[in-house]
């Protein structure tokens, strides 16, 4: 059938092709009540429907195609040329366009259901748009990358569902996508969302290129994927579930997230930035060392952090929360805390903390307060100076030992409710400043000068406050609150 330019309209029901139908002019349709065959294309958009096996031909389709079988299995014998979209539903039956001349334009969109399969290539880039299938094999296969514009849903139990987006690549990341059966992929990127559960049988993508792997449910990775290295790419895993690591990661950006539980088994390598994340199950971390080049976002949700490999380097601002914190860094580590449980910060470095805790341990070198909140105790032992930038707030005790350094914590905001035990060496000063009453607990200080000041200032029962010999003054300025340094054991070998 030639109808030049003209639209092209065989859709009486009852029409009955037994041989190969060609198909020339503008607009066409297409009905036939048993199997269609079609042979060669040239028409404009095309609506073809069956009731029975529908071959598809080959040849070309300037707009639309809709190819409906009504559960006959659609196939065709040569290659199809799609300039708009394609709609491709079989019914109960399988889907086989896998001729690799094609070359569908506009978004393709299947839909079939049972144990059929459904393989689609494309010459070029694939585009799927929103579908529905079976749970036989999916197999999308295009030369310069596979795409989407819907969700493709897989019935429960879906066979094997294998993607290769060539030399470009794979991008199907729309959160409304289920793959039930187990997923094998490949592409330059590839980035993959599911709604429920991802069972990753394999997957190989190339240098530098982003790797992206997303469910709600649990994601699951075949014990072959182990090490992942996506150099300057970026490295997402998110499980909706738990996520333990089988190997180590590597990327510019990496993000981990473990819902209910993330755990560290391998070396973790971020150029760039680091998103560690869990809801309930914390982030722990059992093997391995994490270095960071950029800033680290660690959010354990109510669940405990603990990241305590002697060999982490976190080099930017760690922001962390929690319902505990601890914090290993063989280097300087910079941390802004939030957490109503404890908080253990250890550098072999210098420290800089912020934020809030209950309890708040740190043992570092030189160790900077940016403002700080501290609902429990605070336990500083530094290998350098104690100092800061912000206001210090410390609801229980406070013991602070800086060596042979100076502690410098001379902020207006500070207040300090419990006792306030000071401990230096050598001729390094000590100054405190509360905004409101200053209790002091044991004070152990250098030859350095001692400054004090506060809205009164008392020292706790059995406190003692010692200088070393020849020590320089020792200042104390209670405003117009109460001076009693009273205590029997005290020994100021300084001018007071």
Request: hydrophobic content about 40%; cysteine-free; charged content about 5%.
């Amino acid at each position: 059938f030639n109808s030049g330019g003209g639209v092209l309209t065989l859709a009486n029901t009852g029409n009955d092709f037994t041989g190969a139908v060609n198909l020339a002019g503008g607009a066409t349709q297409v009905t036939d009540t048993n199997a269609l065959t079609l042979g060669t294309l040239a028409t404009g958009a095309l609506t073809a429907t069956s009731t029975g096996a529908l071959n598809l031909g080959g040849g070309t389709v300037g707009g639309n195609l809709a190819a409906t079988s009504n559960n006959g299995a659609i196939s065709q014998t040569g290659a199809l040329a799609v300039t708009g979209s394609s709609t491709i539903n079989a019914g109960s039956a399988a889907i086989t366009l896998v001729d690799a001349g094609n070359d569908f334009t506009g978004a393709v969109s299947l839909s079939n259901s049972g144990a059929n399969d459904v393989a689609v290539s494309d010459a070029n880039a694939l585009v799927l748009g929103a579908s529905t299938i079976g749970s036989g094999a999916l197999t999308l296969t295009a030369t310069t990358g596979i795409s989407q514009t819907g969700a493709i849903v897989q019935a429960a139990g879906g066979g094997a569902v294998t993607l290769d987006a060539g030399a470009g690549d794979l991008a199907l990341t729309n959160a409304g996508n289920d793959f039930t059966g187990p997923v094998t992929a490949s592409g330059q990127a590839v980035r993959i969302t599911d709604a429920t559960a991802l069972d990753m049988v394999g997957f190989t993508s190339a240098s530098n290129k982003d790797v992206s792997l997303v469910a709600g449910g649990q994601l699951t990775l075949a014990p072959t994927i182990t090490a992942i290295d996506t150099g300057s790419g970026n490295l997402t895993l998110s499980s909706g579930t738990s996520l333990m690591t089988q190997g180590s990661l590597s990327g510019n950006n990496v993000s981990l997230t473990g819902a209910s539980g993330l755990t560290l088994n391998n070396d973790i390598t971020a150029t760039g930035t680091l998103t560690l994340a869990s809801s309930t199950g914390g982030i722990s971390q059992i093997g391995g060392n994490i270095l960071a080049g950029s800033t680290s976002s660690i959010a354990g949700g109510t669940g405990a952090v603990s990241l305590t490999s002697v060999g982490n380097d976190f080099t930017g601002t760690v922001t962390a929360s929690g319902g505990s914190i601890t914090l290993t860094d063989a280097n300087a580590l910079t941390a802004a805390l939030t957490t109503s449980g404890n908080a253990i910060l250890t550098a072999v470095g210098n420290l800089a903390v912020s934020g809030s805790s209950h309890d708040l341990t740190t043992n570092a070198a030189a160790t900077s307060f940016g403002t700080t909140t501290v609902g429990g105790n605070l336990s500083t032992t530094a290998a350098g100076a104690i100092s800061q930038t912000g206001a210090l707030s410390v609801t229980g005790t406070s013991s602070l030992a800086a060596g042979a350094n100076a502690i410098t914590l001379a902020n207006a905001g500070n207040d300090f409710t419990g006792a306030v035990g000071l401990s230096n060496s050598g001729a390094n000063n000590v100054s405190i400043r509360d905004a409101n009453g200053l209790i002091l607990g044991n004070a152990n200080v250098g030859t350095g000068t001692l400054g004090v000041q506060a809205v009164g200032i008392t020292q706790a029962a059995g406190a003692t406050i010692v200088q070393s010999a020849a020590a320089g003054a020792a200042n104390f300025n209670s405003g117009g609150g109460v001076l009693t340094l009273a205590n029997t054991g005290n020994d100021f070998t300084g001018a007071v």
